[in-house]
Structures are given as structure tokens and as C-alpha cells.
């Protein structure tokens, strides 16, 4: 069975504080094998505590991260802010909190809190080093999860936070080849650290 | 020692005094009214807002000070404001995260860059716009460069960055704050806190400004002036002003002086003589008649349009659409398209051998910007065509194609109804040329919409798909989808009606219309090159040499004269070396050169190390040896190919990486080594050129 956590704060290596309380219907779910697997479908499938499905068969979004996720667009941003910190307190894979943090990013741009942008970029930064391919949900997809590294790079340096910025620029070499960054704005900080010593 | 040449030696923080002996009496108002607003701003008052401009949330903003007092404004509406002239009207960037950094560093101390956002994009029609754009974002951007430097904006060399980092000690020396803060803010090893309140300091300084800061601003701005003028002028202090009034030093002057001969005064030079007695340049006189060179061109731009008229009145049901009849400024196509389904290039394959021979013979030339003085060829003469045919082509093509498209889909961009509206703009430049539409032509075509809702109605885009679950005879389930093709539309019978309308408008237009647009023409862009060529002529007070006067004729002489703008300067009586014609280039280029490019992509291909071969891949590839063109071209001009730069700018370096493995200079190599084959194979003498110098 996929590994499953019971919130995004207890994948080891990830800080992320509570900072909601968790949806209720959807505390103690969790993942079981699919009973009856169908082709290339899924082979699991997420039920609530007492073991009942929590969508239809055969459905491929079925986890309450994504099931809390499900209205997000249609949602006004102070609304789209409750529902993705509630889906980071509830029970999901990887690829379930990289999904919810991306859309966290857009909604903290969206509100210019740049402090809370600060710790989603962080814990998203963490997700994936734990394991790139997990937070990329296969290895085929693994050419988005540098995306928060250069998002966290780019707050850093805007503000001038060179010795931040360094320090996220160095985690990239952490990076499986395919998941390197595609663009990356030069100059970067390190760049930026040699032309002050320059100018000084 | 002039009093200009003294501001330049003194320290920033000395001008003030300078300026205050110089600054004309009537302006003093100004320089106090420009000191309250700045203060206001420095002490971090919410001076500026930002609301919706006339084009919406979308489009740029428009930016208004609040609190103005209403003599100071008074005072600042000696700044010209540009007016508007159609419903857009004048917008650009404008430094607002700068102008209001210290607003903003008070509100949200630790994340104040971001949440100043970038640059901004708003609309310069108010005085209130132009006072931020004109003098506080040019003081405040020098201020807050410091902050840019450290996120990496702003000039990208060591030398760049030492010259506005010096601009923004100055800026600090002139208006009579410390340095300090610079200094720490110039330490790589801050860390994120203490760079909070360095920035903080920093900005923190200038709220406590001097009570003379109208005075230092002014001061400030006439020094950046003073710079710009005697990094032109000559040793006895003279220099034109056409030489020293870029976009940047002319706004400047607006701001600050006003105009030329108050400058001149202000720095207690004189003016040069060109300035100070202009010269007189001859008033530009078409002859009624076009010169030979002209007649042959419009004849062939005739025989095009008779051409174009024939294709389409015969147009009916089953036929190819005529969607690539026109000819287009820049080819998007490339060569492996052909290979594709759809078939291309009907451009140049609906007109006649003969006119295309001519079309190439008259069209196909041009000199590169840095070779004015030897012609080339022009690979693409079409291009040259089009801009000739615009804006009437743009007009009869829509209405036939959307005769077109509608009538047998598989969609049209517009409905019958939407077209008068759509081209009110192209009707209207076709009216300014003197060959203007009937718009009757609109409700004819619309009275067959009574009968045919059709024409009116927005075809939708939305596809079906339906998916069919089963089990085959072994119990294995089976999937079956099904992606219905969209409905196919087929009215010939009122496409016929449509086609007629519009052929028997076009032949009425052509037949009265087309001559006199032709003429307007040739006479809008000889008269355009004649004005440009003396205005800087006028400017620098003598001829200007071939390369500065090339901007101003090249145009001209390449749509009516094959490139010679010795021709062209000579037809219209101008005066200097842009007389002399340019000569034929000895060197011939290959006749094949669309199979040569070809081959230099499948020799990419076989190079490039990376193993993958997906359809971007060739795309990219055939892409990159689009630039064997550019290559010979310039071995054309000079025997010799151009720098690396002129061919893969660094704008290709991703797709340079990604497609052939190595950096731009190596893929370069690459590129010249394929193209020496290529050059090889045929025996052309370019082969032995093809070296990186």
C-alpha cells in the first residue's frame, strides 16, 4: 500500500504548525487496497475511520486532501485560504500536499502575505526533499517539484535576503537530474554575493 | 571655467549651491512645490494611489496624488502632459515600487520589496501621472537603487552597476543625506534581519530631508543634465541639441528647465550654430508623376491585386481555402511543414511565374544596417510585398474569409455581424489613405443572414466524446471511446451570394480606389523618408554620414527603389553622402538555399548528442538552422560570417541547450560546420568562409 500521512505536519522532515482544526468526516481515514482492482485504475482507495469508501470506485481523487480541494476555484480567496490549510490537515499522500501547497502559494501571492508564502515555500521545499518523485506523484511528473525552490530563491533575493537565497539555491544540487529547475533568473544569489565583494 | 563645467567638478553634495546661482527666478515656485510633494512621499505619506484605468483592471493603471495643494499644482502644470488621441492613450512603465517604497517599508517592514510589486505599468495622460513619472520616480528610483542591486535588478556588468550605484550615492550626497546606510547595505553576508534594518535606516534617512530638498531635487536632476550634455560636447562647449535630446535627457529638460537655449544659459555656454541659427532645409516637393523605379512597382502591385480578385471571384464549394493568399511581413512556416497535412505557401504558389520573377527582381535586395553601402539579397521579397498591400488586403481578406469559413467551417474567427465593428479600425486607415469603403456592403451581406441565422450565429467549440464499457468473449473488459467529428457545414448556394456581394464591392474598390491608395502610398513614404532625413540634418547642422541617415530612408528606398537609397536620396533632392548608391555585393549566394537549410537541420539532428528525437526536438532543430540565412546573408556583405551574437542571441541559449547539448558558442560552431558542408557539397566558395573569426 502507498505511504499515506495523517497530515502534512507528520511527514518526517517537514515543519508545518496546525493552524486549523481538522475537517472531522475525514479524521481517521485512511488508505485500504482496492477490492476490486480494474486495469490501470487505482489499486487503492481512501475510506473514512469506520472503513467506508469516501468517493466512488474507481475514482482517482478520492483522498480527503483532494476531496477538500475540490472547490477551491470556484472559491473567493479567503475561502480558498480555509479550505487548503484544512486539506493540509487532513490525511493524503505526498503528491496530495505538494498539490495543496501549490495552490497554498497562490493564494498567500494572491493576498501579499508574504510571511505565510514564506513557511508554504519552506514546507514545500522540505516535502520534496524528502522524496522528489513522491511529491511529484511519479516519476514522470518530477520536472515540477522545483517550482517552490525557485519561488523561495526569488522571495529571498527580491528582498535582498542573499544569505537565504544562497542557502535554497545550494539545496537544488539536492535535485534528481530531471527535476532540475528549467529557468532559473541570472543572476542568481551566489552570483549577486561575488558582485557586492566586487563593488565593496 | 564655465559654470556647467564647474557643477561637473564639484561633489553632489556642493550642487545645490551652484544650481540656486543659476536656476532661473520665475521657477522658484516650482522648485518649493516639488520639495513639499517630496517630503510628503520621503516621510512615507500615502501621496500616491492606484485605480483602474480607462481600459480596466487589465490594462494600465492610472495613478493620481492625493493631497496636492492646488497652487503647487498650479505650479507643476508647466510639465507638458501628452494628450490623448484615441481611446488608449499615452501608458508606459513607471517606477511606482520606488516612489513608493517608503509608504510601503511602514506598513510591512520585512517583505516591503514584494509587497511594492514590480515595476508598474500606467497611463501618463494627467499631470498627476507625469509629475511621478517626470521628476519622482527618477529621484526615488536612483535612491532605492541600493535595494535593486542586492535582489540582482538593474544593469548586469560590474561596470553598469558601479555607474548607478554612483548615481545613487550621488542622488543621497545632492539631497543632503548620509551614506552610511548604503555602506552597510552594500555587505553580502547580512543576514535576512539585519537587512530589514539596514533598509529600514536607510529609508528611515530620508524622512529627515532638508528644508531646501525642492531646491536639491532640481539641483539633482540639472546635474544628471549637465552630465548628458557635456559627454557630448565639444572642447569649446558647444554640442546640437538633436545630439544630446534622447527620450531620457529630453524628459529631463521638461522637468526641470524647460528647453534648450534656458539650459544652455543655466550651464553659461552658448549654443551651437546649428541651434542658435538653423539651417535651412529645402520643403519637400513630389513631382505629379512617379519616377520609373515607382511605376514599375505599382504596376506589379496591380497585376497582384488582379491576381487576388480573379482567386477569389472563382472561389466556390470544394475548392482550397484561401487562407495563405496574402502575403505576410514575417514567414512563420518552416521548410518540414510541407511534409505536413496541410499544404502551404499558397502565397506564392497562386501568382504566375513571370510576376514572381518580377516581384523578386524588384523586391528581393536590401543592405544590412552595418554594410549600408552594399547590396544583398532579401530573402524574402513577399515580406516586402505585404507591407504594401496592408492595410487593404487585412480588409478584403477578412470579409472573404469569413464568407469562407462560415459557409464550410470548420469554424470562423467572426460572425457576418461582427465584421462592421471589427473593422472600424482598418476602414479607417483605409479612409485616412484616401480610398475609403462603402459600408453598404455590410447590410447586403447582412440581409442574407435574415434567411441563413448561420452567418450569425457563434458556432460552438465544445467537443463530445463518449466512452463505451464491455467485456469481450473471454470476460476481459473492453473500452471503446469515441470523439465525435464537429459538425460539418456545407452552404455552397450562400457562400456563392456572399462571394458575389463582396467581388462586386472589391472590383467597384479596386477599380476607383486602388489607383489613388497606390499613389498615397509611394508619396506617404517618400515624404515620411524626406522630413526624418532633414530633421537630422537640421539637428546636427550638416549632412549626416550614410549609416546615421539610413534609419530615415531605408524603408522607403526598400519598398520603392530595390534598396538603393542613393536613388531614392537623389529623386528627392536631399543633399550628403546618402546620394551615393550602394553597390551589388560580388558575392552570389546558393540558388537552393530553402534544400540547403533543410540539410543543415538533418545534419543537426545527426550531431546533436541528445538521443531523444521528439517533435519539438526537429522543430527546435529546424529552427536553428533557419539561421543559415542570416549567416550567408552577412557572408554576403562582407565575406566573412557575423559574431556568434548576431546569429544565437542568448535568448536561444534553452532551446541551444536542450536541442544540441552544448552552449550557444559551440552550437554556433556547430550550425557554421553544417552550413560549410551544405556550402561544400554544391562547390559555393562561402564554404571556405565558414570559420568563427
Redesign the interface.
Known sequence: VTQWFEQLGAVPGVVWERRVEPEPRFVGAHLVPQARP??DGPQVRWVDVRGRPLADEWTYRDSPVQLLLEGFYEAEVTRQLALVLQALEAPGMASDYAEALGRAQEVAQTL?D??LLELILHAHVALVLVDPEAAAGGHERLDYVAGPFVALLN??????????AVKVEALLDRLPAGAQP??L?????G???E?????? | VTPGRRLLETSADQWVALHRSRWPDDLSGYEVALGRLLARVMAGEAVVTLCDGRRGSEGPVRVQLCGLDPADRKEFSRLPVPEVEDDRGPAGALDLAAIRLPEILRQEPRWSISAAGFRNYAEFDSLDAVICQRLLAPILGDLAYVLRLRAGDGPKTKKGRLVRMERCREAHAALGFGADPLTVLLNPDLSADAVVAARAALVGSWAECPVDLGERALALLCGRLAKAYYSKARKDGTVEAARVLTSDSAGLLEATLGDWPTLVTYLGEVQAIADAEPIDTPQVKLPPDPPPEIDERVLVLREWWEMYDARHAAQHAGMEALSDLVPTRWDYSLPNENEGQRRRGLDRRAIDPDLIARIEALWGWQVLDRQPDTLVCDLRPLGVLAELLEPAAVFWNELALTAWFLCFGPYSRRTLDQLEGHQAEVRRELAELGAPIEPAIYEELMALAVEHVFLVEQASFSLGISIGIGFDGEGQPTVESNVPEPEQRSHPAVFDALRDIITKHRRTWLEQELPRLLDRLWRRDLEAAAEAYWRRYRGRGKAPTVKQALPDVQAAARRWFGADHGGLARFLGLDGPITGSPVMSPRALPHDLAELQHEVAQRLTAEAPTPDGGVDRSYNLERLALQARTVLTVWQATGAVPPRSGVFGTGLRWTVEQTLGCDLDDGYRLLLAAVRDALERRGHPAAASMVVE
Open positions: 480494474y486495469l501579499a508574504f510571511g522571495l529571498y533575493q527580491r528582498e535582498g535576503f542573499l544569505l537565504e528549467r529557468y533568473s541570472e543572476p542568481g544569489p552570483q549577486m554575493v558582485a557586492l565583494r566586487e563593488l565593496a
